[in-house]
C-alpha cells in the first residue's frame, strides 16, 4: 500500500465511525493464479482437472461424495455454466467459469465486506453508501482534517473512487450489484477494468505530472534514496529492467501502454487452455461443444468422488495431517 492509502486507512480505523477504506492497488504486477498446482498429467487421476474446474477446496469437497452425489451436483453447476441456457457448453462458457472459480477468494472478500457498505439492506451497493461508509466521517468533521497532506490525501482519494465506481457500474445508474461492486474493489480481476488500473497506477507514481513515469519516478515507487549513500545492487537491477524491458519505445519514460505492459504482463492463459482441454476429451460428436449429457458421462475428469483413487489419496493424506 502507498503513503496516501496508508494514511487514509489508519485515519479512517481510528475514527471508529467508519470501518471501510478506499479502494488501493497494493501490488503494480497482476499475473493470472494458477490453477492447480499439480501437475497436468494423462495418468487419469485428473487432480488438476477437479481443482481447475472446481477449486481446490471444493475438489476436496467432491472427494468425500459418492459417485451418485458427485454426478449429481456436477449436474447442477453444468446449469450454471451454460450461461445462455442454450444446452450447450461452449469453451467461452467453460472458461468463464473456470476463470470465475479462481477468482472464488475474490468474492469471499467482497461477501465479508457486504454489510459494511450496504447500508440500507437492499442488496445493493449506491456510491453514496460507498462514500457515506468510506469517506462519512471525514465529509462531516472537516476541521478535524485541517492538516494540509491530510486533506490532500482525502480530496485526492474521495474523486478517485468516484471515477473507479462509475467505470465498474456499468449500466450507470450509480448502484453496484454484487459483480459490479467486486470489479470496483478488485479491478485488476476484471477486463472492463482495466484502463483505469493502468490510470491510477500512472497517477500514483508520476510526481511531475507529465502524464509519463521516468526511470527516477519508476526506482522511487520502489525505493527511498533516504541516506545518501549508494544505491543497493537491486535497485540497479531495477534500472536496467526500466531501460531493458519497460521502456518499449526506447523515449526514456513509459505512457499508460508501457504502463499495461508492465503491470499487466500477457502471461499464458491456462483458463483459456484448460477448457479447450476439458471440450476436446469430452465432446464425442466433435462439434466443439459439450452437452450435459457428454459432460456427465465423462463425469470423472470434471469432479472426484469416493471412487477415485484421487479421491481415496486426497482423503487418506487428509486425514493424516
Not at 447500508?119 to 476541521?143: F, H, R
Not at 462509475?166 to 485488476?188: I, M, N, W, Y
Not at 527516477?216 to 520502489?222: P, T
Request: aromatic share 10%; proline share 3%.
Amino acid at each position: 500500500m502507498d503513503v496516501h492509502g496508508f494514511f487514509v486507512c489508519a485515519v479512517l480505523l481510528c475514527a471508529a465511525a467508519v470501518q471501510s477504506k478506499p479502494t488501493l492497488r497494493k501490488d503494480r504486477v497482476h499475473h493470472e493464479p494458477e490453477l492447480s498446482r499439480q501437475g497436468h498429467e494423462d495418468n487419469k487421476s485428473y487432480q488438476y482437472d477437479h481443482e481447475a474446474f472446481l477449486g481446490k477446496e471444493e475438489a476436496r469437497t467432491f472427494d468425500q461424495l459418492t459417485p451418485e452425489e458427485s454426478k449429481d451436483r456436477l449436474s447442477k453447476i453444468v446449469d450454471r455454466i451454460d450461461s445462455d441456457t442454450d444446452g450447450f457448453i461452449t469453451t467461452a462458457e467453460l472458461k468463464a467459469w473456470i476463470k470465475r472459480v479462481q477468482k472464488r477468494y475474490v468474492y469471499e472478500n467482497v461477501a465479508k465486506v457486504w454489510t459494511d457498505y450496504d447500508l440500507n439492506k437492499d442488496s445493493k451497493i449506491s456510491w453514496d453508501e460507498y462514500k457515506q461508509a468510506t469517506y462519512g466521517y471525514y465529509l462531516a468533521n472537516p476541521e478535524e482534517f485541517e492538516d494540509a497532506t491530510d486533506q490532500f490525501s482525502f480530496k485526492k482519494m474521495l474523486p478517485r473512487d468516484e471515477r473507479r465506481f462509475k467505470t465498474a457500474d456499468v449500466d450507470g445508474d450509480l448502484v453496484a450489484d454484487r459483480e459490479e461492486f467486486t470489479s470496483f474493489l478488485h479491478p485488476e480481476e476484471f477486463e472492463h477494468m482495466r484502463d483505469i488500473v493502468v490510470l491510477e497506477t500512472l497517477e500514483d507514481i508520476d510526481k511531475n505530472g507529465d502524464g509519463h513515469v521516468d526511470e527516477d519516478e519508476y526506482i522511487a515507487d520502489m525505493f527511498a534514496h533516504e541516506d545518501g549513500g549508494p544505491e543497493p545492487e537491486w535497485v540497479k537491477t531495477e534500472r536496467e529492467q526500466f531501460s531493458d524491458f519497460r521502456d518499449l519505445n526506447k523515449d526514456g519514460k513509459m505512457d499508460q501502454e508501457e504502463i499495461r505492459h508492465w503491470i499487466m504482463p500477457q502471461d499464458y492463459d491456462h483458463a483459456q487452455a484448460e477448457a479447450r482441454h476439458l471440450v476436446y476429451e469430452s465432446d464425442q460428436d466433435k462439434d466443439q461443444m459439450l452437452t450435459k449429457e457428454e459432460i456427465l458421462e465423462n463425469w470423472n475428469m470434471f469432479v472426484g468422488s469416493q471412487a477415485t483413487n484421487y479421491g481415496e489419496d486426497l482423503t487418506k493424506n487428509h486425514d493424516e495431517l
